[in-house]
């Protein structure tokens, strides 16, 4: 019902050349134990392939270890996506869903068979003086978040969230690390296929945009000058790229790369129309939240490997008029290992996608509607858990009650024995007789509250027994004969006569251990219980259980003592 452990995060960026990742530990604000590690995917890989979702599941047990449950996010790379915050009258939190689904589908067209959406609400704002609800939203495409689910399935681990790289970098911000700013802050994360350019208000996102334009756009306008001064040599693109950040982040490039001996001069301005494209559509953008929000932006934060140069940073600063400073999600304090060649600008969406958490990230995958019913379902456990522990209270109660009742009438027979000692004449037979039936009749009564309360005391042993990983969907109680034969438990004697049995209906939650092993363990613990005495499995299988996904389904016969 309560929950101390602390959570291992993985943000996993799967790019069409490489696949970063990041683990951290979510009480490690500052990153000190923080993996870091960028594993390349070979030439003619293809994402989805069999090969590649081998490579993605060794990836993730090389940094996570074997048997390792981390949280997992990613990101969704498509430039369709849609993340930004809309304004609703203020109503019930039961009915924030649907107000801000029609508010959306009113402004943009969509079918909801094709896009999957979620929602965050942020809290009241004044909008031309009425008190509205501000509420973040985000939409992408349901195909695509579903084959990202499938990829990490595949590679042997569960998905906990897929979020946009804007949300992602909404962490950063709300965990107070980015630059103090006065005013609004632009941020322009730049990754090798796409571009999202981002408006924060604090730790607010307020605007966000996806472009197509990234630095494979300034590869393949150095690849298009190579080839064409190289007499027809055909370059790959990749290692144009490498050419390119090379030169930028100031690692040793290799000497017999085409190209590597372009001075810097000369590459920089191979690409210059590139980065001013880059430029404009960032402008433009800013342009349009200040046309229909009246703000500007004070400052622009640069992220991702490109802006390791000053040069690409000051060409951009120059381009739109701001002052620019590039954005390190990794902070000093995380340690990058020795065969890490990249700066920390190259794993900032990597490292914001580990800052993420359900119900504060913007998660496509299980959104605002599953999160929902997540909740409900605790609740209920929470309830049937707190019930458990009143009953076992109450029959532990009972029973000390009976004990106290059973004391007082053994004082009253041993006075009663004195009485009859100092009796003379002695009591007849009759006497005895008419004692002994009255002795029988509260006896009789103390055997009916036994049987009264055995429901109770089934209950308490069953919640005293039961593990976390394990839930009963049903338990009662029935009469039938159940022969040594049967049992697979403890066997103590054999009788033909009817005894109590209690029938488990239940599931065993997927956890660290096998569900077999879960299992096993539970029926140990039943056999030292007082009142159970042997057992009888029924059935047992591997199944589906909305909303836990995978369970183990079992029912089991407990016979009573």
């Known amino acids: 019902m309560f929950s101390f452990n602390k959570r291992v995060v993985l943000g996993v960026e799967v790019g069409n050349e490489a696949i970063d990742l990041v683990r951290v530990s979510s009480t490690d604000t500052r990153f000190r134990g923080a993996g870091v590690r960028r594993i390349p995917i070979p030439t003619g890989i293809r994402p989805g392939s069999d090969e590649f979702v081998a490579l993605l599941g060794d990836s993730i047990t090389s940094i996570c270890g074997r048997g390792a449950l981390p949280e997992i996010w990613t990101t969704i790379r498509t430039p369709d996506v849609d ?16 107000t801000v689904y029609w508010t959306i589908k009113k402004e943009k067209k969509f079918d909801e068979k094709n896009y999957v959406f979620d929602i965050r609400p942020w809290g009241v704002v004044k909008d031309e003086g009425v008190n509205k609800l501000e509420v973040l939203t985000a939409m992408g495409r349901r195909d695509r978040v579903a084959e990202l689910d499938d990829w990490f399935r595949r590679a042997g681990f569960r998905l906990a969230g897929v979020t946009t790289i804007s949300a992602a970098m909404q962490n950063f911000y709300a965990r107070g690390l980015a630059p103090e700013t006065d005013g609004l802050a632009g941020l322009i994360h730049v990754s090798n296929e796409f571009s999202a350019i981002a408006i924060f208000e604090g730790s607010r996102l307020m605007f966000s945009r996806t472009i197509k334009s990234g630095v494979d756009s300034m590869a393949e306008t150095l690849q298009q000058r190579l080839t064409s001064n190289g007499g027809g040599l055909t370059t790959n693109l990749d290692e144009v790229r490498t050419v390119l950040l090379d030169r930028f982040e100031g690692r040793p490039a290799n000497e017999e790369a085409f190209g590597a001996g372009l001075p810097d001069e000369e590459l920089f301005d191979i690409i210059t129309p590139a980065l001013l494209r880059l430029a404009r559509q960032a402008d433009r953008t800013l342009e349009y939240y200040f046309n229909n929000f009246k703000q500007r ?21 120059a381009q739109l008029g701001l ?41 496509l995958l299980v959104n605002h509607e599953q999160r929902a019913k997540i909740r409900f379902w605790q609740r209920i456990n929470d309830a049937v858990s707190v019930a458990g522990l009143v009953l076992a209270l109450i029959v532990g109660g009972l029973f000390g009650w009976q004990k106290i009742d059973e004391n007082a009438k053994k004082a009253e027979l041993d006075k009663l024995n004195v009485r009859y000692a100092q009796i003379d004449p002695k009591v007849t037979r009759k006497d005895l007789s008419t004692i002994a039936a009255s002795i029988v009749k509260d006896h009789g009564r103390l055997r009916q509250l036994s049987e009264q309360y055995e429901a109770l005391a089934v209950l308490a042993e069953l919640a005293r027994y039961t593990p976390p990983g394990i839930r009963f969907l049903n338990i009662s109680i029935d009469q039938q004969v159940m022969s040594e034969a049967q049992a697979e438990g403890v066997v103590t004697k054999s009788s033909a006569a009817p005894v109590g049995v209690v029938v488990l209906d239940g599931v065993v939650l997927l956890s660290g251990e096998d569900y ?39 029912i089991l016969h407990v016979s009573l003592v």
């Open 516 to 554: 077999n092993t879960t299992l096993s363990r539970f029926l140990i613990k039943l056999e030292s219980s007082p009142i159970f005495e042997k057992y009888q499995i029924l059935s047992s299988e591997v199944t589906e259980l909305s909303p836990e996904g995978e369970v183990l389904h079992f």
């Open 323 to 363: 002052p620019a400073v590039p954005v390190r999600v990794l902070p000093e304090s995380a340690r990058l290992g020795e065969d890490v060649r990249e700066g920390r600008l190259a794993f900032n969406a990597a490292a914001a996608l580990a800052m993420s958490e359900s119900g504060q990230t913007i998660n």
């Open 297 to 317: 932006c004070s400052v622009l934060h640069l992220s991702g490997e490109l802006f390791s140069s000053d040069r690409v940073c000051e060409y951009m600063a």
């Open 83 to 98: 993340v930004g915050p809309v304004l609703i009258p203020r109503v019930s939190s039961s009915k924030v869903s649907d």
